[in-house]
């Protein structure tokens, strides 16, 4: 696993770097990943609309700026993403606003496809999902806890659709982005605000 993780921070980009990747490749004609297709291509470029949006009206919640300020220690949240993932669409600008409140995070991504090693270490159910947040201990890089590729309630929401219908189709995906619109980030906020407090205390008590 170090030896993932090492590679996967060699190979990691800041937000800014990340976008800027997405957005030329789209200019190519292009999406990120090993199968670049006209689908794709198109989900990248509804996605960049999204997280422009996102990156000027999201908001992070006065509680959750409160739980990211009281972290003891430093973190790296290193994030495996693809252009074209909507799930990533929506939560890549949550984690980049929460991490630049907070003194104490450090935002890295990188692009799933060419971190094959590190996201094996990392499936859900035996899936590539994305995007997928790995906690690490900037210490000393060690991985204390990851999230995703969904907040609670969104991951429900497909899990209830394929129960019913077999299988993702594009309603579900329609489903999905308006279930995001609606939750305005405050899931995911909540959730992430959460989780750092409790790996922060706990790591506080190891040390």
């Known amino acids: 696993m170090k030896m993932a993780v090492a590679q996967g921070l060699l190979k990691s980009h800041s937000y800014s770097k990340y976008r800027q990747i997405v957005t030329d490749l789209l200019a190519q004609g292009k999406s990120s990943g090993n199968d670049p297709s006209a689908a794709l291509v198109h989900y990248t470029e509804l996605n960049e609309a999204r997280m422009n949006r996102l990156d000027k009206k999201m908001v992070i919640a006065e509680e959750n700026i409160q739980k990211l300020l009281s972290l003891k220690k430093s973190y790296t949240w ?13 939560l890549l600008p949550i984690f980049n606003k929460m991490a630049g409140i907070a003194p104490h995070i450090d935002l890295k991504i990188v692009f799933r496809d060419e971190n094959e090693s590190l996201m094996n270490l990392f499936l859900t159910n035996g899936a590539k999902s994305i995007p997928k947040l790995i906690v690490l201990d900037k210490e000393n890089d060690k991985v204390i806890g990851s999230w995703g590729p969904r907040p609670a309630g969104a991951t429900h929401l497909i899990k209830s659709y394929k129960e019913q219908y077999g299988a993702i189709d594009e309603t579900a995906k329609t489903e999905l982005q308006l279930w995001y619109l609606h939750d305005k980030g405050l899931s995911t906020q909540n959730e992430m ?7 922060d ?7």
């Open 78 to 90: 290193l994030v495996i993403s693809e252009g074209w993932c909507g799930d990533a669409a929506q």
């Open 193 to 199: 605000a959460t989780l750092m407090q409790h790996l």
């Open 201 to 207: 205390q706990l790591n506080v008590q190891t040390k």
